[in-house]
């Protein structure tokens, strides 16, 4: 049995953060599909008794340890590997600022959008997609802002505030009606250097049940 699991499944770009940041450290990790669409298991009582009370996806195992929220996550593994750590009490507080900003405002309102265009049945009311959109684009040039000028979000080497703002960045564009890259140019030449980073993989490369259906 491999050292971590993580419960996660391909469309999520919450669990992408833990998923990325296990392949970027080299752990020995296994990924633990949830039928998030189909049964959605992450409903269940006993899902909720047995694996997160808080009912979603990431969950990271290990060993006696079954960790949620991916913010919660990404520290653990920071602090257990050495990698992607703030370095000092300033960049861990800078860190959790742009993280806390990320869960609540960016990938927070990216990952409902997606999911209302993409996967809900019946497809999310317009107005629903048109507030979030409002709020997306103003979020994501407030992180476009930061980057200028800079290699990443909190000092110059990558830490976990940058693997957490990925989450949903690299989904393609048409899941979204727009593109993120384009738009937010200084976004797209950061997410090129993370993506350079040894260990990186795409979110339907790295986590099960990409294609919808194939499990
Ligand atoms: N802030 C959380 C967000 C986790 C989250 O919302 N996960 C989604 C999947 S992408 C979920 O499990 N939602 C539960 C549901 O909609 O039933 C984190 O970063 O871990």
Redesign the pocket.
Known sequence: MSEYQLYCFAQ????Y?AALMLNLIGADWTPVWID?FGKGV??TSEYRTDVNEM????VLVHGKKRL????VILTYLARRSGKFKPENEDEELEALRWMIFD?QKVNGFL?PFRFLKNFAKPPGDPAVLAFLKGRIDGNLAIVNKRLVGRQYLVSDKPTIADISMTAYLYYPPEEFGFDITKDYPAIGAWLERMRALPGWKHPYELMPGFPLGKN
């Open positions: 999520s770009g919450n669990a953060r998030f992450q409903r009912g979603e996806v990431p949620t929220q991916s913010g869960n990952g």
